[in-house]
């Protein structure tokens, strides 16, 4: 990509309705790949977007289109004639159609079908019976497939004759008269046969085909992209038969969302799949203000407690000095437990079985944590703040049963949604901190009160 090219078409852009210099703008927009040009749209005012679209050749102007946001998607349709908007939706592959569908309002999605040709339609029908987050709901129909009996030959053929509407021709499907799929062979396998008008598909077929059905989970398909490095994965029905093929551009755009997704609940936030900027104001505060008062109600807790102590505070008002210095310790020591725990359940390192290893392992690191933090306290605290030895110790075994409790927590709640089918990042930092500062205000409060006698 050209950063120069880029700024150049900014500048033309900027001058064209004084420049009219459509084809040099065109000849720019030729060399620049359809993401970066996608960029570039976003930025348009909504009056120029028609005018740019027109300029790009057809294959680029449904390249562009696919990476576009739904917002400006919807806006270039209200700009386009049904002639155009027909050429754009046929040229789109089956998948990207049935993303557009899926996102647009019901009076535009009525316009695409209707300038759909009926193949696509029925294509677009067939994936919108599957759920969004499955494979069939992001995989593509439309795919490279071989019979057995055909010889290397007519295999290459076929690739010739039908391969120029297919997302991927890296992989063949191998398929029997029931389009049961039975194998899998390469592209690079067919080229590099040297007797091709001799050896049959089923000779070099690999027979041990991964593939997935149509109800697995999106996020299980794209680990799979990632622990075998595929470019695409085949999907099959029930019957196994083979009804499309998720790609590897889908894997990537599904890891993404899944961490977006991941990230906000993490945050306590309320996932979206908007751009920041094009979020309205209504869009954030359903976002966040639900959270925000389930954890401000989750803290009134803690606030039950220091009033149950009232008096205990009182006899020796130094202990509230160091509740700010416990309570932030075991969040964070929370957190991290939570977060090595669900990206390791994120990546399949970890599983719900696994969780009496867990919190074994966690026991032990947050002991030494615990342990390291509480005596470099207890030297401050003497050494520093001359505090009292009495009220230095209960500060510091206070720390160490925090971190401890915290990182058994922060393993076990994760765990334990996973195995009641829940989403695992909604057990992340906020909840566990506002559980964390309650349970370490009794345990402080209790200590005190054994080793203080108030």
Partial sequence: MSDAAILTLKTMLANLDDAKKYQSLRDVMENLPAPDLAAVFEDLPPEKLPVLFRLCPKDLAAEIFAELTPETQQTLIDCLTDKELKVVVNDLFVDDATDLVEEMPANVVKRILAQADPATRRMINELLKYPEDSAGGVMTTEFMELRAGMTVAQAIDAIRKNGFDKETINNCYVTDSDRTLIGVVSLRALVLCRE???EHIADMMDENVISVNT?????????????????????????????????????????????????????????????????????LYKSRAPWLLFLMVSSSFSSMVIRGYEDALAAVTVLTAYIPLLTDTGGNAGSQST???????????????????????????????????????????????????????????????????????????????????????????????????????????????VLLNI
């Avoid at 299980?220 to 009804?243: T, W």
């Avoid at 961490?259 to 309205?280: C, H, L, R, V, W």
């Avoid at 470099?376 to 510091?396: E, M, S």
């Fill in 339 to 449: 977060s090595t725990i669900i990206r390791g359940m994120a990546l399949g390192d970890i599983e719900p079985k696994d969780l009496p290893r867990i919190l074994w392992r966690e026991c032990r690191a947050a002991i030494l944590c615990g342990g390291t933090l509480a005596i470099l306290n207890f030297a401050k605290l003497i050494l520093l703040d001359g505090i009292a030895a009495p009220v230095a110790a209960v500060v510091c075994l206070t720390l160490i049963c925090t971190v401890l409790l915290s990182q058994i927590i922060g393993g076990f709640l994760p765990v334990v949604a996973e195995k009641f089918h829940l989403d695992p990042a909604v057990m992340a930092s906020p909840l566990i901190t506002t559980i964390v500062d309650t349970t370490t205000l009794l345990i402080y409060f209790n200590i005190a009160k």
């Fill in 196 to 198: 091709p008008d001799n």
């Fill in 215 to 283: 109800t697995t989970d999106q996020e299980d398909v794209s680990q799979l992209f990632e622990k075998y490095g595929f470019l695409a994965i085949p999907v099959v029905d029930n019957e196994k038969r083979l009804v499309g093929i998720v790609t590897i551009d889908d894997a990537i755009s599904i890891l993404q969302d899944e961490a977006s997704e991941d990230i906000a609940k993490m945050n306590a936030i309320g996932p979206t799949d908007k751009p920041y900027f094009k979020q309205s104001m209504w869009d």
